[in-house]
Antibody
Framework: EVQLVESGGVLVQPGGSLRLSCAAS????????MTWLRQAPGKGLEWVAY????????EYVDSVRGRFTISRDNARNSLYLQMNSLRAEDTAIYYC???????????WGQGTLVTVSS | DVVMTQSPLSLPVTLGQPASISCRSS???????????LNWFQQRPGQSPRRLIY???NRDSGVPDRFSGSGSGTDFTLKISRVEAEDVGVYYC?????????FGQGTAVEIK
């Protein structure tokens, strides 16, 4: 069974940094494109970033480009999101999601809550 | 960015009755490989989203056959043939053709 478990979400002050992790199990991690998405409280869904199976291709939504970095460690079956210069508007549940195909992402984690507030 | 517009945003339905959700893209979402990456997700209260349909009409494993997807061009539809209590939640369409991939605003399905 495909399992994705996010961790690292906490309360952080504006301007601060945070690293989210996603532990993958139940599938061959090296065959999956992986992504991060977020959902602000009571709001809709927004893609944040994706990374290909090898870590050689990444892309970001404009609102986080230059502040967030997606990465993966295939030896550890893990996905990461380094978040710098955090803003109040980054407050959201962050989901890790993946799929063997990049445009139909089908496997989702349960999410981790990031709150940016002073 | 491609804007995905769903309607209605709220859909009260009687148990056992059909339901239909429309999704329209602001531009063509045909990818260079010829596929249309239009997907549907269900988010039950307090849960993470779950994919129901991918590439317009392909139902995921384990998804009841009362769910079906259709459409072409820029207009797409998710239909539930007979709504059951477990179908309560928010439904999102999503395009995976142009980055950033984008979701519709969501349609909240509730039981009357």
């Amino acid at each position: 069974e495909v399992q994705l478990v996010e961790s690292g979400g906490v309360l952080v002050q504006p301007g601060g940094s945070l690293r989210l992790s996603c532990a993958a199990s139940g599938f061959t991690f090296t065959t999956y494109w992986m992504t991060w998405l977020r959902q602000a409280p009571g709001k809709g869904l927004e893609w944040v970033a994706y990374i290909n199976q090898y870590g050689s291709e990444t892309e970001y939504v404009d609102s986080v480009r230059g502040r967030f970095t997606i990465s993966r460690d295939n030896a550890r079956n893990s996905l990461y999101l380094q978040m710098n210069s955090l803003r109040a508007e980054d407050t959201a549940i962050y989901y890790c999601a993946g799929d063997p195909q990049p445009r139909i992402i089908g496997a989702w984690g349960q999410g981790t809550l990031v709150t940016v507030s002073s | 960015d491609v804007v995905m517009t769903q309607s209605p945003l709220s859909l009260p339905v009687t148990l056992g009755q059909p339901a239909s959700i429309s999704c329209r893209s602001s531009q063509s979402i045909v990818y260079s490989d010829g596929n249309i990456y239009l997907n549907w997700f269900q988010q039950r209260p307090g849960q993470s989203p779950r994919r129901l349909i991918y590439k317009i009409s392909n139902r995921d494993s384990g998804v009841p056959d009362r769910f079906s997807g259709s459409g072409s061009g820029t207009d797409f539809t998710l239909k539930i043939s007979r709504v059951e209590a477990e179908d309560v939640g928010v439904y999102y369409c999503m395009q995976g053709t142009h980055w950033p991939w984008t979701f519709g605003q969501g349609t909240a399905v509730e039981i009357k």
